[in-house]
Each structure stands twice: as structure tokens, then as C-alpha cells.
């Protein structure tokens, strides 16, 4: 089978962005990395995000700092 990463970026929506990983976990055929990427967010998203799937090696977070 073949071997793919999957990219989440975000801005200021870390709720969907929570949804959008649950979505990508919950595939048949699961993807190699999840990588979420919070592009500066002033908001709480990456906080979020890495609360939530701190304890999954699969999903890889990143913040930008704008």
C-alpha cells in the first residue's frame, strides 16, 4: 500500500481543526503522519490540538509564529 502524510493547517479554529484529525484517524486505510500546522494563531488552537493528541505518535504538531 502506499505511504502518505496528511497536512492540517490552521487559523484561529482549533474545534474544527480537532474534527478534521478525528476525521483522518478514523480512516479505513491510515495515514503514515498527520501533521497539523497552526499558522499563528492568537487564539487557543494549538493548545487545543496538542491537548488532544499529545498521546497519538501519528499526529505531529507545529506552530508559526507570525
Keep these: 500500500m502506499p505511504r502518505y502524510s496528511i ?3 490552521c487559523y ?3 474545534l474544527l481543526a480537532v474534527e478534521a484529525i478525528e ?3 478514523s480512516q479505513t486505510y ?10 499563528g494563531s492568537p487564539d487557543d488552537s494549538y ?3 496538542v491537548q488532544k493528541f499529545s498521546e ?3 499526529v505531529k504538531c ?3 509564529e507570525n
Aim: glycine share 4%; net charge negative.
Design 56 to 58: 497519538i505518535d501519528t
Design 7 to 9: 497536512i492540517i493547517p
Design 23 to 25: 476525521s483522518c484517524l
Design 30 to 39: 491510515e495515514a503514515d503522519e498527520i501533521i497539523f500546522v497552526d499558522d
Design 62 to 64: 507545529y506552530r508559526i
Design 12 to 14: 484561529c479554529d482549533g
Design 47 to 49: 493548545k487545543v490540538v
